[in-house]
């Protein structure tokens, strides 16, 4: 079973920045795609940012600019680092990754941006 584990959550000051990991249990590439959904509360799950297994990547366009997803092959993991945050990103982040016919939830990591 593959299990994706998120790590790097918070709580962080309107405008600062923080860096998200999902480490897979298994190589990454095995994947079609990754990436990470966030959902406020009260709100539904939505994307954040995905990447491809061919490296293309997308954005929410409330993110682009501020929000970069990278991966590290090696460490089995695909990041999100968030820059420039705002009390509207808080929400609890989830890593995704699915391959043609599964899709694979993390458990999620709380982030709280306030002052």
């Known amino acids: 079973q593959v299990q994706l584990a998120e790590s790097g959550g918070g709580l962080v000051q309107p405008g600062g920045s923080l860096r998200l990991a999902c480490e897979a249990s298994e190589n990454i590439f095995n994947f079609n795609v990754m990436g990470w959904y966030r959902q406020a509360p009260g709100k539904e799950r939505e994307l954040v940012a995905t990447?491809?297994?061919?490296?293309?990547?997308e954005y929410a366009d409330s993110v682009k600019g501020r929000f970069t997803i990278y991966r590290d092959g090696t460490k089995k993991t695909v990041y999100l680092r968030m820059s420039n945050v705002n009390p509207e990103d808080t929400a609890v982040y989830y890593c995704?990754?699915?391959?043609?016919?599964?899709?694979?939830w993390g458990q999620g990591t709380q982030v709280t941006v306030s002052s």
């Open positions: 990447i491809n297994v061919g490296g293309r990547i």
């Open positions: 995704r990754a699915n391959t043609l016919s599964r899709i694979f």
